[in-house]
């Protein structure tokens, strides 16, 4: 799908995201007090209006820190320590690939310039210097430098968009899912509530069985659909208080099938997965389920994880054919399940974690359903 951005990247360029280079700051570090003057002398020549200036080695990692210069002019000889150890110190301080360092060299040190080149400086001037050389090389450094800078801040920008935009689609997605579900609950005889507790028992159980948090709550809004295919199921079926004679069994097992039809086969994960549950929450660990009659690791775990967790919130509710169970009863109909409704391990899981499960049960109780 297109993205359309209201970025407009030609007035961000315009707009202060090219750095004036003359507003540029520059660190000049040597520890010979006359060199720190007459740089400071040529860049102020140059109209350079943010230089900063220490003859102590040990500062520059600190200054760099508080300052992010976009130029270290660096002398290589220095007391206590080397322009090589601060160049190295510098690697692991600025945050990118780009190190913005000119490094003074004294004449002939070729393999000193060799060195500092290859550690990513990027470039050296020779003491004693002309002061044209001088402003053409830091001016060229500072292109650099700042073209750089502007580049990560174009990135940064860009993905802070798309993440906004990903976010807004997702949560669209999410929106349309849970009115499709709305749908689904108005034609059944199931409750909001009904697929409330479901959905949100579903999320613990994948969140516990260590799916993740993205899979967990990508679960808590694709089960909600698991019975969206009820829309279509003739009333006369559907709503039928007393038993379903064999044919409108056969009527009714259709409902996962034509949920899965109405989801449709978009490849996003959050449809996706409430295509999955709603084609496959009436499958049984045994392969004695429907639609398909699949089996054991063959259905998907999102739908092992829906089957349980809609039959227990449905024997543990009152339906207006029959009483909610005790939770004691609806515990021993589980276990005796394991193994032939249920994954075994689904059913252990599952009730290790009843008391929370109840607590969900308890906090989305029955209430006259609200498009909300
Ligand atoms: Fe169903
Ligand atoms: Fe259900």
Redesign the pocket.
């Known amino acids: 799908m297109a993205v359309d951005f209201d970025l407009d990247l030609t007035d961000l360029i315009m707009s202060g995201h090219l750095i004036d280079i003359r507003a540029a700051k520059i660190l000049i570090v040597d520890d010979d007090p006359l060199i720190v003057d007459v740089l400071s002398v040529v860049l102020k020549e140059g109209e350079y209006q943010n230089i900063f200036s220490t003859g102590d080695p040990y500062q520059v990692i600190p200054l760099y820190k508080e300052h992010r210069f976009d130029l270290i002019i660096l002398d290589i000889q220095m007391p206590g320590m080397s322009g090589i150890k601060i160049l190295q110190q510098l690697q692991k301080v600025v945050k990118s690939s780009f190190l913005p360092v000119v490094v003074l060299t004294a004449h002939g040190d070729q393999k000193i310039r060799k060195q500092v080149l290859g550690m990513g400086a990027k470039d050296f001037i020779t003491k004693p210097f002309e002061h044209w050389e001088i402003l053409l090389r830091i001016q060229n450094a500072l292109h650099a430098s700042l073209y750089h800078k502007q580049q990560v801040s174009l990135k940064d920008l860009l993905e802070g968009e798309i993440q906004k935009r990903t976010k807004e689609i997702l949560e669209t997605q999410f929106e349309i899912v849970h009115r499709l579900a709305v749908a689904g609950e108005m034609r059944d005889n199931?409750t909001g509530a009904?697929?409330q507790r479901?959905s949100h028992i579903c999320s613990l159980l994948s969140r516990k069985r260590g799916l993740g948090s993205e899979f967990s709550k990508l679960m808590l809004y694709a089960s909600a659909m698991?019975?969206v295919g009820k829309i279509g199921i003739p009333d006369s079926i559907l709503l039928k208080s007393k038993g379903l004679s064999p044919e409108e069994w056969l009527v009714m097992q259709q409902h996962p099938n034509i949920g899965a039809r109405i989801i449709g086969n978009h490849s996003s994960k959050l449809i996706s997965l409430a295509r999955e549950i709603a084609l496959c929450h009436h499958e049984k660990w045994d392969g004695s389920g429907y639609p398909n009659g699949i089996s054991g690791n063959q259905i998907p775990v999102s739908a092992r994880i829906a089957a349980i967790s809609?039959v227990f919130?449905?024997l543990t509710s009152d339906r207006p054919y029959k009483q909610a169970w005790a939770i004691e009863e609806v515990v021993e109909t589980l276990q005796a399940e394991s193994g032939k409704h249920f994954e075994p391990v689904m059913v252990e899981l599952f009730l290790e974690n009843l008391a929370e499960i109840i607590e969900i049960k308890d906090r989305y109780i029955d209430h006259e359903f609200h498009l909300t």
Do not use: Q, R, T
């Open positions: 199931e009904h697929v479901m698991h019975d809609d919130d449905a």
